[in-house]
């Protein structure tokens, strides 16, 4: 099913949940919604489900504008961050609660039932009570609660946020797995990066109600439009600096009092459109340390003092403090940093970006 | 190693930290122990007193002044009519209440929690305010309600002045303010999901209050439900001013005609009526014990 949001909004007396939000989600596609608690995501997905009433523009599915239908008439099923299970049923009145509900024969409801448990593979577990179930059987209850009526549109509300972090990768495999193989159109709203990045075809990143990009992840990771995008998306987090952007000898340099790097000529030059303030942003991968076997570049190079290291596992987070600014950049283990070290900070000058400081949005992907 | 060294002069500086704990454990039971002994009194002379001639203090006293005189003419009552009459006019205004005060708090509670709708915030206000108001400043009031209820054909002459039913409802209403505050109370503590997902399953708004809400705050149905009986059961000033003679007098008015009337009061008789309007209760509250535990101890094992 297609969706579409068109100036989508909801406003409480003061408090603004979704400020115009405009995206179009195609058949059987998988779309995150992605930001921190309070940023509107949660909002907009009741309101898709019909639970919230939008103050202003419309929702359509295939074209029909669904504003007014009621939840249950939608064709959608949901899972909640809660689960949200009915905790006075067995999982068989869980998971039949919604064929009950359409009335259908005794016989169907059963057979309808056993595929989905034994699809999710809880089949064996349909007479236990919902106390009875771990967190992740309970969350597979649910998600087999939500594809029973057979769905036009999934909705995901934080599904793995109460599963531990073992649990939440297989279920994250799972889950799109199961989407994909389905097909069916869904919404996933999340706050956790990795789980929008793995998972969705694209990704619709908001603040504060409002939608800041809304594209597939490695655009989003490579080009970030706004300066939030670019906090919010990758992790460890991007490096910011305050800079001002310079010509010296026809190369554009990026300075401060602790920064002085040569940018290559294109990202320069757009940097340079603004009156010389700019917001440089640097990925805690794109710095290496420099390998005396084949000495840098010119200009690409920053000397500073390792301040904490922070293990990792295959790398270590390194805390750099470079004459008063700080960084974090990935170095990888067999480098064997350690506190105090001075090192030579070698940056990817071709991945770097540049944000203006007034309106925040970029000046390389504008 | 520091703390192995620090250790000792705690230890020094008197018994032992658990023998002072033991120490300390039995003088709370002694304070305990002491501040029962009034109550448990009171019981014991309740108990003794129903199957004596006379009482002094404690002792049975028989009609010579001697210790002893037991009888079991002070329970001569239950072979009589009226007891019996009076019993079940106070079943019935508990059970009456319990029935219209479950149904009326669940589903008010609900609203309450749950809807928006214009007046909401008046009515939360409103029955707050009026549940400080003591029913005796209501009583003449009610009374000229009551006489206008008796005077609608038919219905009237069961919810009318000197009718068990009007009783009950006027107790039913006195009540109904903090049943709706504690249901509503419950229903606040559950999570909006739920109700969200029983929505989208296809459940109507009602379906969701009868099928998916109401099973969740059962524990908090039976504590009402409890205490309403409890009320119910004991009530003493509505009967009174609404009732005139034993036909439809309640357990306590009935233990108040024994007392009023002009000869000498036979206290053993009173204490064994008294006794006796407390059996059903006890028996309830035995069977019911854990169940109560549970609900006290803000449990939701109930379900």
């Known amino acids: 099913m297609r969706v ?15 400020d115009h939000i405009t995206l179009d989600i195609a058949d059987g596609e998988l779309v995150a919604f992605l930001g921190p608690s309070g940023c509107g995501k949660t909002t907009t997905l009741l309101m898709v489900a019909g639970i919230y009433k939008p103050t202003g523009g419309t929702i359509s599915f295939d074209g029909y504008v669904v504003n007014e239908v009621a939840p249950k008439d939608r064709g959608i099923g949901m899972v909640f961050q809660s689960y949200a299970l009915y905790p006075h049923m067995s999982v068989f009145g869980n998971i039949s609660y919604p064929l ?90 999340t706050h956790d990066q990795v789980e929008a990045m793995t998972m969705a075809d694209r990704i619709a990143v908001m603040s504060n109600g409002v939608l800041q990009a809304y594209d597939v992840p490695a655009t989003l990771y490579d080009r970030p439009k706004t300066l939030f995008v670019a906090g919010f998306v990758g992790n460890p987090p991007m490096n910011f600096f305050d800079v001002e952007i310079m010509r010296v000898n026809g190369d554009f340099r990026a300075k401060s009092e602790a920064i002085d790097l040569v940018l290559p000529h294109d990202r320069g030059e757009k940097a340079a459109s603004a009156d010389g303030k700019v917001i440089m942003g640097v990925r805690p991968e794109d710095v290496d340390l420099a390998d005396d076997a ?56 071709s991945r770097i970006q540049f944000f203006d400081p007034e309106t925040e949005q970029s000046l390389l992907w504008a | 190693m520091t703390t192995t060294e620090a250790a000792p002069p705690r230890h020094a500086a008197g018994p032992l930290p658990r023998a002072r704990e033991k120490m300390g454990r039995r003088f709370a039971y002694a304070f305990l122990i002491l501040s029962i002994i009034p109550i448990l009194v009171g019981y014991a002379w309740l108990v003794i007193a129903t199957v004596s001639f006379r009482t002094q203090g404690l002792l049975p006293i028989n009609a010579e002044g001697g210790i002893g005189g037991f009888t079991l003419a002070n329970w001569d009552f239950v072979f009589e009519g009226a007891i019996w009459s009076a019993m079940l006019n106070s079943l019935l205004i508990a059970v009456f209440m319990v029935i219209g005060v479950g149904i009326a708090s669940t589903a008010g509670g609900y609203a309450l929690s749950r809807m928006k709708f214009t007046g909401r915030k008046a009515f939360l206000t409103g029955t707050l305010v009026l549940h400080a108001f003591k029913a005796e400043m209501l009583l003449i009031a009610i009374f000229f309600v009551l006489r206008f209820l008796g005077d609608i054909p038919i219905i009237g002459d069961y919810i009318g002045f000197n009718t068990v039913g009007g009783v009950a409802l006027v107790m039913v209403a006195l009540e109904l303010p903090l049943g709706i505050w504690l249901m509503k109370g419950f229903f606040d503590n559950l999570s909006w999901d739920m109700e969200r997902a029983a929505l989208i399953d296809g459940a109507s ?15 908090g149905i039976a504590a009402l439900s409890l205490f309403t009986f409890i009320v119910g059961w004991n009530a003493y000033l509505v009967p009174f001013t609404f009732t005139i003679g034993t036909k439809v007098a309640n357990m306590p008015v009935f233990l108040n005609q024994l007392i009023s009337d002009t000869a000498p009061v036979n206290w053993n008789l009173v204490a064994a009526v008294g006794l006796f309007q407390m059996i059903p209760l006890i028996i309830f509250f035995i069977f019911t014990q854990e169940l109560l535990l549970n609900i006290y101890a803000g449990g939701s094992k109930g379900t």
Request: hydrophobic share 40%; aromatic share 4%.
């Open chain 1, 294 to 349: 084949s000495p840098p570049a010119e200009g690409v190079t920053l000397i500073g003092q390792v301040e904490v290291v922070e293990p990792l596992g295959r790398e270590d987070l390194v805390g750099v403090g470079i004459n008063g600014a700080d960084m974090r950049v990935l170095v990888d283990k067999s480098r064997g940093v350690s506190v105090g070290d001075t090192i030579t900070l070698v940056f990817n000058t």
């Open chain 1, 4 to 18: 579409e949001l068109d100036n989508l909004s909801k406003a409480w007396d003061e408090v603004v949940g979704a």
């Open chain 2, 205 to 219: 708004r009602f379906r969701v209050w009868w099928q998916i809400m109401v099973p969740q705050v059962r524990p």
């Open chain 1, 100 to 189: 009950r509900l359409q009335k259908l024969d005794k016989g169907d409801i059963k057979r309808k039932v056993q595929t989905v448990a034994d699809m999710m593979g809880i089949g064996d577990l349909l007479d236990r009570r919902i106390a009875q179930l771990s967190g992740g059987q309970q969350q597979r209850v649910a998600l087999g609660r939500a594809l029973v009526k057979e769905p036009q549109l999934l909705l995901f509300d934080e599904p793995l946020s109460n599963l531990d972090a073992r649990l939440r990768l297989t279920m994250r495999g799972e889950i799109k797995r199961l989407q994909e193989g389905l097909g069916i159109t869904s919404i996933y709203v």
